[in-house]
């Protein structure tokens, strides 16, 4: 693995942090520019999570909070794919962390009054860890759109929220999944932020029919990027590249 | 050398409102899926150093205390080893994860982490950094995680490699944390306004 300084990140690929159509980012946006810097041995490393911290529900989050054999309402999905750094390299060991509204578009969080129900079997949080070859999987459903106050009519499109961890603390990121089709992705003005058409394109997670489980669940395919390291000569050497 | 495909790193979007739900869902009354919130314990009995208190609050510009962020730490430790496996000088302290997640506290918008003063780590030239913890701040509002250091009021950062490359002076004050205690230092973060905190790209 290799352990050498990130690539800088690409602010023009990413959101800035002024983005006045969405209106909280006015005052919670730093003015000065940030100062740029090669990583250091204090980003270059992270927290490393292994498999026996996970609880064997922790990736299902149709099962995770469903009480007394009842399961909860909404369209059965599963989220797979791979997370890759930008070299195209698997990125083994990765803690994903996702979070997500109910078949109706309602957060189990006392600051979310949303006037669609709580379903008493979705908690709606679950996590897993990346397999050697970068993959992981979890199973859900399908969350619902929902209304936000920021401008008089604005709508969230169905989306996952996820918070990964890569093999440096600069490869930090916390993004979210849109689904395949939505309408709304393409009126949302937390979307709209993203400069490039081919950077919400990433966050679009395709239907999948060959993962589909029959009868059963519908698969989505969602890969992500995380930031990528550069390789010393000696790890050319080594890897032959 | 082979030429690689490379690939663009995925776009961040901010963590919203809800980022408890998936990160502390213990601390949003989310109880039985996870035993323990991620990050909420940095010690045990046996962590060597000096323990300390962190605490403080990520400010807006209006001068409001955000009460919806998330912050992140991460840390050297006592010995100035980082507990990773990208750590190549040496086996970090057991007993130290080096890893703090704290979500504000939802009335007063501050942060706490009991945790142990870290050692000091060489920069990429080999001098010396000061003693400092990493910090990544999340919430509402952000729309990608911003990253800062937090420095000691009592320890000499003089000739601090990322300090010296501050060009403003002045702006270095804003990642000198306060000493409000016997062992408790006080970082408070302002995402604008003139003590705008210094923000990396790193
Ligand atoms: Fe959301």
């Known amino acids: ?241 | 050398m082979k030429p690689l495909d490379y690939l663009k790193e995925s776009p961040s979007q901010t963590a919203g409102p809800y980022v408890h739900i998936g990160c502390t869902p213990n601390f949003c009354g989310i109880e039985g899926v996870f035993a323990e919130d991620l990050g909420s314990t940095m010690l045990n009995g046996q962590t060597k150093g000096e323990r300390i208190t962190v605490r403080g609050r990520v400010f807006d510009g209006t001068g409001t205390a955000l009460k919806d962020a998330m912050v992140e730490i991460w840390q050297a430790d006592a010995e100035g080893l980082y507990p990773s496996p990208q750590e190549k000088r040496g086996q970090a302290d057991e007993n130290f994860t080096g890893f703090g997640r704290c979500p504000v506290e939802q009335e007063t918008g501050e942060f706490v982490f009991e945790t142990i003063k870290p050692g000091t780590v060489p920069f990429n030239d080999g001098r010396p950094q000061a003693s400092h913890i990493t910090f990544w701040i999340v919430a509402r509002g952000i729309n990608i995680g911003l990253h800062t250091r937090l420095y000691f009021p009592d320890e000499d950062n003089s000739a601090d490699p990322v300090l010296g490359r501050i060009e403003l002076k002045k702006r270095v004050e804003t990642l000198i944390a306060e000493k409000t205690g016997d062992a408790e230092y006080t970082f408070n973060v302002r995402l604008q306004g003139h003590n705008e905190t210094v923000f990396f790209d790193i």
Not at chain 1, 26 to 32: C, G, I
Not at chain 1, 61 to 89: F, H, S, T, W
Not at chain 1, 212 to 228: H, Q
């Open chain 1, 1 to 241: 693995m290799s352990d050498g300084s990130f690539f800088q990140r690409d602010r023009d690929w990413q959101p800035a942090a002024l983005t006045p159509q969405y209106k909280t980012s006015l005052k919670r946006s730093p003015t000065h520019a940030l100062l740029s810097m090669d990583s250091s041995i204090s980003e270059r490393t992270g927290p490393t999570f292994n498999q026996n911290m996970l609880g064997e529900l922790d990736n299902d989050l149709v099962l995770n909070y469903a009480k007394d054999g009842e399961l909860p309402v909404g369209e059965r999905i599963i989220v797979q794919g791979r997370v890759l750094d930008e070299n195209a390299r698997p990125v083994p060991g990765v803690l994903l962390e996702f979070w997500q509204a109910n078949a109706g578009g309602r957060y189990r969080h006392k600051k979310d009054g949303y006037l669609a129900p709580l379903d008493p079997n979705f908690g709606g949080c679950g996590r897993t860890i990346s397999a050697a070859d970068g993959s992981y999987a979890f199973r859900s459903i399908k969350p619902g759109p929902y209304p936000w106050p920021n401008g008089v009519n604005d709508w969230r499109p169905s989306h996952i929220h996820f918070s990964l961890f890569g093999s440096g603390f600069a490869q930090r990121l916390i993004t979210q999944m849109y689904f395949e089709g939505d309408p709304l992705i393409w009126k949302c003005p937390i979307v709209s932020m993203i400069p490039n058409k081919g950077g919400i394109e990433q966050l679009i997670a395709r239907i999948d029919m060959n993962a589909t489980m029959p009868m059963d669940a519908i698969a989505y395919r969602f890969d992500i990027v995380l930031r990528g390291r550069r390789s010393t000569m000696f790890e050319n050497r080594l890897e032959g590249n």
